[in-house]
């Protein structure tokens, strides 16, 4: 589904690359997880798939079901089935959340030639998503993001990819900052969209997002590469022992 | 700067040549007659403004001063809903500056009494004697407004309205325009009696070149609010004059929004007379240079002259293309006026490089006991935002206009009645989608 191929990339102000070549595959109904140190180039690679101004790819490719997602403009990349929860949410003051939501569902219908949703159905569709994530009705009327406390904007993140239902789904540190009963909301959240036909690319920091959503392979990603790839014990590994040692195994 | 003789002659000419191509209508009562005197007078003492003057440094007056309008070709509002249509109201239509009383309602209200300028002119209407020019006058110090002073003197046409009650229905002003080449001056006056309200609306061109003036007196305890919308011809002018007067525990608040037009200068003149008074200026204006030329200007200015008033200005302008904006905002606190509150804020968001904006906010406080601020920022669109919305799906032209209609909104929110406001909303949201689509 999701398929990097020796990606390269640099600030496009600055003479400094960040990713030295990442190679990774996100087959469909899979979850799979990047962990690594702080700096290391995890929100980089999301970025990029995604469409960040910024940065510059110095080489390598990136595609969705063969689909050059780096040629793409941000919206196409969404439309085509990509979706990325940010690490930090942005705030929006004056556009309600809600008026955001049902502009960003049909503008992508109507990329993808579907009918656009009416009013009514959205309204009766958000709020059966929201309800599953404890988001109230004054948290869809506020402006977006704008006021949120952190695990409020998480979750917000997550409705979205809920009401979006993006088939390639990147989530960046989508745990920090969330409390044990937050973080327990979101992974349900995510469970409940795995399925056969979707992707997960899992980012994070610590191994106890990976206790609730149960990823199928686990990459280390130091100093813009991916250094080791294995199953879910890779991640106990890790929350053991740290970087440190497989850092220096790799070295 | 002393001006030369040569410049000095200019003027001259330049008012002369301009007086000489207008009349006032005949057949007024003496009163009347006399205060277009008075008017003519004025506006000769001071001359026509010219780039010169430094109250018309960021805006070029010389189409608005010259003899005869320039040619404005007429905008097609193609399937478009009119703004105000699901509002009952008063409606009184002007088409390029000429009552057209088969368009417009029978002039009667509940609460209301309504006459036509020119009808009025020929009475003796005591309070209309009493106001038409007279805040015009006090509205010349300190800074000359020659526009509105040929305005009095030559106006054709316009309505004067005296509210004596709760008005029910918004009297609301039509201004179309039809003809290419018309120049139409129009004069209205609005007498808001003890505990009386009113909205007045206005919407519409009205002319290839349009000077507008109203006077307000909004005695004790009264309201006016007012909304208007200036037409989207791209080519037409305007420079139109809001003076106004409040009362004791009145309130005078104003919304416009102006879409297109190669020139506008909206000027509003305060005094704020009546302790505990109100007074609200807002205005949402939005220029893409790319289909025409456009030039706005909001001129405010507020004198408070009584205790513990409030004045707010709210000033936001999206500007694309080379458009260009300017506000000169001006709040006067007199000895005495202790406790007032003075807010202003003027803000433009440019989207892209060709396009400008000049501020110049003025404070000028001369009692201790007050709270004033201001500010004025000149800002780009939040490239971060964008990049959010589009990461969502929704296209760089759509997510733009998101982030428009959020910057505008809070010159948006200063409309208290949610039906206007709901109306202004929705037509500001069909300009941008129509030009989306262009
Ligand atoms: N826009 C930027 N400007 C400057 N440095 C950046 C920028 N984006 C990323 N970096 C640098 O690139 C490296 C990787 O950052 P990032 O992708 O955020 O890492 P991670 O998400 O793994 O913590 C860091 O050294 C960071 O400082
Ligand atoms: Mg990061």
């Known amino acids: ?251 | 700067m002393a001006a030369s003789a040569a410049q000095v002659q200019a003027r001259v000419d330049l008012t002369e040549a301009r007086i000489a191509a207008l009349s006032a209508p005949s057949g007024e009562a003496g009163w009347a007659v006399e205060a277009r005197r008075e008017a003519t007078a004025r506006l000769r003492a001071a001359g026509l403004p010219t780039r010169r003057d430094e109250y018309w440094k960021y805006t070029d007056p010389a189409t608005l001063t010259q003899a005869e309008a320039t040619r404005a070709s007429l905008f097609e509002a193609s399937g478009e809903v009119p703004l105000y249509s699901g509002i009952d109201r008063l409606k009184i239509v002007f088409v390029d500056g000429v009552f057209d009383a088969a368009q417009s309602d029978d002039l009667t209200g509940e609460g209301l009494e309504v006459d036509r300028l020119s009808e009025a002119l020929k009475k003796d209407i005591h309070w209309a004697r009493d106001l038409y020019g007279v805040l015009e006058t006090r509205g010349q110090d300190p800074v000359l407004r020659p526009l509105a002073a040929l305005n009095t003197a030559f106006a054709t046409d316009g309505v004067v309205i005296r509210a004596t009650g709760k008005v029910s229905k918004p009297v609301s002003f039509v201004y179309l325009h039809q003809d290419e080449s018309s120049d139409a001056i129009l004069h209205h006056l609005v007498r808001v009696e003890p505990g009386a309200e009113v909205t007045v609306l206005e919407n519409g061109p009205a002319a290839a070149r349009f000077n507008k003036c109203m006077e307000i007196d909004v005695a004790d305890g009264g309201a006016f609010h007012h909304v208007r919308a200036q037409g989207r011809d791209h080519e037409r002018r305007a420079v139109t004059h809001m003076f106004a007067r409040v009362g004791e525990g009145a309130t005078y608040k104003s919304f416009s929004l102006t879409a297109n037009g190669v020139l506008t200068r909206n000027e509003h003149v305060i005094e704020i007379a009546g302790d505990d008074a109100v007074a609200h200026v807002a205005g949402a204006a939005m220029g893409d240079g790319a289909s025409g030329a456009f030039h706005h200007d909001d001129t405010v200015f507020i004198t408070h002259d009584a205790q513990r008033c409030e004045s707010r200005q709210v000033f936001k302008k999206v500007l694309r293309n080379g458009a260009e904006g300017v506000f000169q905002g001006k709040i006067l606190v007199k000895p005495g006026a202790q406790k007032t509150d003075g807010y202003q804020i003027s803000q433009a968001l440019l989207l892209d490089e060709d396009s400008s904006f000049q501020a110049k906010p003025e404070l000028e406080i001369y009692a201790d006991d007050v709270q004033c601020s201001h500010g004025s920022t000149t800002g780009a669109l939040d490239e971060t935002a964008l990049y959010y919305l589009r990461s969502r799906g929704v296209p760089r032209a759509e997510a733009t206009d998101l982030l428009v209609l959020a910057f505008l909104a809070e010159a948006i929110e200063e409309i208290e009645d949610e039906r206007l406001r709901g109306d202004i909303h929705t037509r500001l949201e069909q300009w941008l989608e129509r030009r989306r689509q262009a």
């Open chain 1, 1 to 251: 589904m999701l398929e990097i191929k020796n990606l390269q990339v640099k600030l496009e102000e600055e003479d400094k690359q960040i990713l030295k070549g990442v190679d990774l595959t996100v087959e469909a109904g899979k979850v799979h997880a990047i962990m690594g140190p702080n700096g290391s180039g995890k929100s980089t690679l999301s970025y990029v798939l995604s469409g960040r101004d910024g940065y510059e790819v110095t080489g390598g490719t990136a595609t969705l079901d063969g689909d050059d997602l780096l040629d793409m403009e941000p919206e196409e990349r969404a439309a085509a089935g990509l979706f990325l929860a940010f690490q930090y949410p942005v705030e929006i003051p004056g556009v309600g959340n809600m008026t955001f939501l049902r502009t960003a569902l049909n503008a992508q219908r109507k990329a993808r030639g579907e009918d656009e949703v009416s009013a009514g159905d959205f309204l009766k569709l958000v709020r059966a998503k929201a309800k599953e994530l404890q988001i109230d009705a004054d948290m869809l009327k506020r402006p977006v993001n704008v006021g949120f406390s952190g695990g409020e904007k998480k979750r917000n993140e997550i409705l979205q990819m809920a009401l979006l239902e993006p088939r390639m789904c990147i989530l960046d540190e989508t745990d920090s900052g969330l409390d044990v009963d937050a973080m327990k909301l979101v992974a349900e959240g995510v469970n409940a969209l795995r399925s056969e036909g979707r992707g997960f690319l899992v980012i994070t920091h610590y191994q106890r997002l990976l206790d609730h959503i149960k990823p199928d392979v686990v990459h280390i990603m130091a100093d813009g590469r991916i250094i080791k790839s294995g199953g879910p014990e890779l991640a106990l590994e890790v929350e053991e022992n740290g970087y440190a040692d497989i850092l220096g195994e790799v070295a």
